[in-house]
């Protein structure tokens, strides 16, 4: 295959998503997401078994994916900079630490996998950084300081805690990488069986000899519910077999919303709205939108359920 000619999925992600916002019909929108939708179904990736040409490519994406977004202030970028250049690159193939490992389906249908654990682990880490990258308040919070030499000093350290996190969670995410695929493959072995014998039969239903036309209309609302039903079912399984919590705000603890209260004021407070309910309530749906706190009385409600009434003294104040 020609790299030079292969895009990286991020950029292609980031331009369809311009173009979509800037169709000006729903038909537009639409044939943007349809394009988008199959570039990653087949994205014209053929590496033959080749492990050199296989670490090769990985580098090359890696490297043009690994670059701080351009939105970021400089100080953010520079601070960042040499660990997006670490996840942008992989050790040569020979300093790999191979692992294989037998997946088996319900159907007892095999698959053997031989992998490499430095390509999983430089992939599972642009993972967790953004799921855990600091936000432009939040890392401004973190160097507050008097003068510049504390300010010097804080930043390194709280990127390498921002590290150390991430390493945390590659450490305990990889070895859960063999069972979730496991039961990927038998899920999507299933539902590929079903689904091509329905695009097969919606091909075909004209020239089956036990099909008149009432039946094929009928087999064709067949198809169509059915594959609406797999694919449901797909999301289903897929959310189990991650461990994605069903619909609904999670249930926090104590600890776990006492930390987003303090993150939140923590970035709120060089602009002196740290004791401001709304400002806060803002902070936690905009970067925990899981969490699904709709309003300053939900707020209230679990400021008392969990006895953290005391972090906003100055508003409650008001409020007696």
């Not at 008097?146 to 010097?152: G, L, V």
């Not at 329905?198 to 198809?223: P, S």
Request: charged letters at 30%; proline letters at 6%.
């Amino acid at each position: 295959m020609s790299t030079g000619k292969e895009r990286d999925l991020n950029e292609l992600i980031a331009e369809f998503t311009r173009r979509r916002f800037e169709a000006k019909t729903d038909a537009e929108r639409e044939q943007w997401e349809k394009e988008l939708d199959e570039h990653i179904a087949r994205p014209k990736l053929e590496i033959n078994g080749n492990v050199e040409e296989f670490a090769q490519e990985l580098e090359i994406r890696l490297k043009r994916a690994s670059s701080p977004p351009m939105d970021m202030p400089p100080e953010w970028k520079e601070a960042f900079g040499p660990f997006f250049e670490r996840m942008g690159n992989v050790p040569p193939p020979d300093q790999w630490q191979w692992f294989s490992f037998e997946l088996w389906t319900h159907y007892v249908i095999r698959f053997y996998f031989v992998y490499g654990a430095e390509p999983l682990r430089a992939l599972l880490e642009r993972e967790a950084f953004w799921l855990i990258a600091p936000s432009v308040e939040y890392f401004e919070a973190a160097r507050a300081a008097s003068d510049d030499i504390e300010r010097a000093r804080k930043t390194p350290a709280f990127v390498e805690a921002v590290e150390g996190d991430v390493d945390a969670i590659v450490d305990l995410a990889i070895g859960r990488f063999a069972k979730a695929l496991s039961y990927r493959l038998g899920a999507i072995l299933n539902d590929t069986l079903s689904e091509i014998t329905l695009w097969a039969l919606d091909n075909i239903k004209g020239e089956l000899k036990t099909m008149g036309k009432e039946r094929i209309a009928q087999a064709r609302d067949r198809v169509t519910e059915m594959r609406d039903h797999f694919l449901k079912r797909r999301i289903s399984v897929e959310k189990v077999r991650l461990g994605t919590p069903p619909p609904g705000a999670p249930t926090l603890t104590k600890e776990e919303f006492e930390a987003l209260i303090d993150e939140a004021q923590a970035a709120l407070k060089p602009a002196d709205m740290d004791q401001t309910k709304t400002v806060v309530l803002a902070y936690i749906n905009k970067h925990y939108p899981a969490v699904k706190c709709g309003s300053v009385k939900q707020l209230n409600r679990l400021l008392k359920k969990h006895g953290l009434e005391h972090k906003f003294p100055v508003e409650n104040a008001g409020q007696k």
